[in-house]
């Protein structure tokens, strides 16, 4: 009978644990349209296009809450934080097009008499979850916006939230001190590694990369294999070069990383 109760117990307690390692759980947005201000659509209009993957349920209230409001804060802005999640995205788009309208629907014979899609915008967004699990929630968000002019712009973040508190994790609380030499070079060397015409570090800036902004940027995901830094267009290599990923497998990374870090585990053998 003893060992009955002992064996109950136990089990008992292996269940209060499982369900206590909740993985936060994420819900999909999408949305998408086009407005015009005028009955004639080959003046061009403004496409909204939004594909939001957003936190609506963890077993810690208070950390979901404030993740929820630095995810859309980033996102949307923080007029939005305190809407119910259903409404932001709504909210979001009423306030572009009416925006777009202030824009241009004062000089709107101005834009009748021109040929073309004078009146083209563009605004993509699109966040997802690059890594999740009970410790960690590694986010992306990807902005594309296009008000004219040769080319549009498009951004991409990365935030890596600690599910314990809710904080996001920086490079200092992941790397030990006086890392940023080292890591600079490992990043430099790994573009090499994934360019194959490139044969050394010496010739990045042959290839179009400007070699002394490669450098840790603060923007990088967790996953599996290693950390993954990713550069804006401009910020290492000209717009035509796009965005360029750096994956840094964990073990290069190890002799980097601080002893006991969250992400730690991700990469230690157990004994």
């Known amino acids: 009978m003893n060992k009955y109760l002992l064996f109950s117990a136990s089990l008992l307690l292996i269940l209060v644990n499982s369900c206590t390692k909740q993985e936060m759980e994420m819900k999909n947005y999408s949305?998408?349209?086009?407005?015009?201000?005028?009955?004639?659509?080959?003046?061009?209009?403004?496409?909204?296009?939004?594909?939001?993957?957003?936190?609506?349920?963890?077993?810690?209230?208070?950390?979901?809450?404030?993740?929820?409001?630095?995810?859309?804060?980033?996102?949307f802005g923080e007029i939005y934080t305190n809407l119910p999640v259903d409404s932001i995205i709504p909210s979001y788009v009423s306030r572009l097009y009416n925006d777009y309208k202030i824009s241009y629907g004062t000089d709107l014979e101005k834009y009748k008499n021109l040929k073309g899609p004078m009146l083209s915008n563009e605004i993509q967004v699109e966040a997802v979850s690059m890594f999740l699990d009970d410790k960690i929630l590694s986010y992306s968000y990807e902005r594309y916006a296009y008000m004219g002019g040769a080319h549009g712009n498009s951004n991409r973040y990365f935030y890596n939230f600690d599910l314990r508190n809710g904080h996001i994790l920086h490079e200092s609380d992941i790397f030990i001190d006086n890392y940023k030499a080292p890591l600079t070079e490992l990043i430099k060397q790994r573009i090499v590694e994934d360019n194959a015409e490139i044969e050394s570090v010496a010739d990045l800036t042959e290839f179009d990369f400007w070699e002394s902004e490669i450098k840790p940027n603060g923007n990088f995901y967790i996953s599996d294999e290693g950390i993954v830094y990713v550069f804006k267009p401009y910020e290492i290599a000209p717009y035509s070069t796009g965005q360029t990923e750096v994956t840094l497998p964990y073990d290069r990374l190890k002799v980097l990383l601080k002893p006991g870090n969250l992400i730690s585990y991700l990469y230690s053998t157990p004994a």
């Open 31 to 75: 949305y998408a349209n086009t407005f015009h201000l005028t009955p004639d659509t080959t003046l061009g209009g403004l496409s909204i296009s939004i594909e939001a993957e957003l936190p609506v349920n963890f077993s810690n209230k208070e950390i979901l809450k404030s993740i929820q409001q630095q995810i859309v804060g980033k996102m």
